[in-house]
């Protein structure tokens, strides 16, 4: 359910979405957002708590920039990209919709890119997105879960298995693990089995951060268990997309 990991799925409680959220109250330091902490960041020289504190100002500073450009390339989503408007279209053939009034653009305090809530939406995490590219991917990845919700009636959030089955579905068909985002973005440079082991890697951090979850080991045996099964269904694509 996003880093650019979503650690997301359709289960995702509306406290957890209320909680990636924050205003901003106070004036950055804006002597603290300069270029030599910049640099420390970027050599891995800071500290890691040197760079959280960085990085919190830097999103003080442009909270409301990255809230409107959100909100700007949710709606160009909406009406232009194929991969939207497609899931958008099949989860109204399910009795619901996905439009600017239910993607919640906000500031986030965790590293996840976007969430979905079954009560409330799809949130996405403004401050987190690199361009309309990652947007897409985001906004793709979480559609994944609001029509496995509708079409497959996920109830149960503390059901692993179906936990795991949706987040596979949602880095497979989303697009966010094609090969040009893990090669140029992640660094990721396998070659065989790129796909696969994407969409793994990915399924299995968002299970361990579920509270049933005990650990990695319990996480990535479960993703194993429904493997087969959830990665070669591409309803409602007749293939995986891209």
């Known amino acids: 359910m996003s880093s650019d990991t979503s650690a997301t799925s359709a289960s ?12 901003s109250k106070t004036a950055p330091d804006q002597d603290f957002y300069n ?22 100002k830097r999103d003080d ?10 909100e700007d390339q949710k709606s160009w989503l909406l009406k232009y990209s194929p991969i939207v408007r497609f899931m958008r279209q099949n989860i109204n053939k399910l009795g619901q919709d996905i439009n600017e009034d239910n993607i919640f653009c906000r500031r986030c305090t965790t590293k996840q890119s ?26 793709a990845h979480e559609m994944v879960h609001a029509w496995d919700f509708l079409r497959f009636k996920y109830r149960d959030p503390h059901d692993l298995r179906h936990a795991a089955c949706t987040e596979i579905r949602a880095s497979t068909l989303s697009g966010e693990c094609r ?17 696969q082991e994407c969409v793994r890697r990915r399924a299995t951090l968002s299970v ?19 493997w087969e099964s959830c990665f070669n269904d591409t309803r409602p694509f007749d293939e995986i997309y891209r």
């Open 61 to 70: 500073i442009h909270e409301a920039a990255d809230c409107k450009r959100c």
């Open 114 to 139: 976007g969430g979905f809530d079954p009560e409330y939406g799809i949130l996405i995490c403004a401050n987190q997105l690199r361009n309309r590219g990652h947007m897409e991917d985001t906004l």
């Open 35 to 56: 270029w030599s902490t910049f640099f420390s960041v970027l050599a891995g020289t800071a500290s890691e708590q040197a760079a959280e504190a960085y990085f919190t």
């Open 12 to 23: 995702t409680s509306a406290s957890a979405v209320n909680a990636a959220t924050v205003t």
């Open 179 to 195: 090969f040009g985002r893990e090669f140029f973005t992640r660094g990721q440079r396998s070659i065989t089995q790129q796909l």
């Open 208 to 226: 361990q951060q579920r509270p049933s979850c005990k650990d990695q080991a319990h996480a990535a045996q479960v993703v194993n268990e429904v």
